[in-house]
């Protein structure tokens, strides 16, 4: 199994640019997160899925969409880049409640 | 609101020492527990959790963690580190929605080991 993974590993935008970040994972999770991180504020959920076809709002939501047409995949949608955007991003996913969350190796994104 | 602290930023250990890195929550109801580990350039490496049960919680790598709710606290542990130790450290509380796990994360503390 592959796990979680990340496409791509940089990226580099200017601002008003939009691009998609992609997120897979083959461990058949029902639930799947998209987090940013920024220095000395740890990792902050953007959006997440509870399963195909259902995804709610996170706690830095605006700026970012996002999908759910299959298990495997949950991709993150910048429309319009701006430079507060530049993080590096992290996709999880999980089974359970009580189960771990599995993260991806993340894409570090700047924008100019 | 629920958050988590990390009061320690940079912590710095000799190799072979000890080490304690702290984690408070605010939360009211009993928490889901977790810390993770990160590589420099990596993903996010669950150590150990704490649902329930036994509050000295044992995890990968010889790292341990206790769970005080006096104290709202839990507290990473390992008796004697490794330069292979050194790494950011993340506390996080796990919010229980409609079958979600939403993590809240600390701010994370950098570990720095001296040979």
């Given at each position: ?36 991180q ?34 495997e ?40 | ?47 150990l ?12 790598k ?46 994370g503390?950098?570990l720095?080991?001296?040979?």
């Amino acid at each position: 199994n592959a796990g979680v993974t990340q496409t791509p590993k940089f990226q580099v935008l200017k601002t008003g640019q939009s691009m998609t970040l992609q997120c897979a994972q083959d461990m058949n999770h029902e639930y799947m997160s998209w987090y940013r991180q920024d220095p000395g504020m740890g990792l902050r959920l953007i959006h997440y899925s509870v399963g195909a076809g259902i995804t709610d709002q996170g706690e830095v939501p605006n700026g970012y969409n996002v999908s759910r047409s299959t298990t495997e995949d949950f991709p993150l949608r910048l429309l319009s880049a701006a430079p507060s955007q530049t993080s590096v991003y992290f996709c999880a996913s999980h089974q359970g409640e009580t189960n771990e969350q599995f993260f991806g190796p993340g894409t570090r994104l700047t924008v100019l | 609101a629920q958050s988590v602290t990390q009061p320690d930023i940079h912590i710095t250990v000799s190799e072979g020492a000890s080490l304690e890195l702290r984690c408070n929550y605010s939360y009211g109801a009993t928490p889901y527990l977790f810390w993770y580990v990160q590589s420099p350039g990596q993903g996010l490496q669950l150590l150990l959790k704490y649902f329930s049960g036994d509050t000295l919680v044992q995890g990968i790598k010889g790292f341990e963690a206790e769970f005080k709710r006096s104290q709202s606290s839990f507290n990473l542990r390992k008796p004697s580190v490794h330069w292979s130790d050194a790494a950011e450290y993340f506390c996080a509380v796990g919010l229980i929605s409609g079958g979600y796990n939403k993590l809240i994360f600390g701010a994370g503390t950098r570990l720095a080991v001296h040979p």
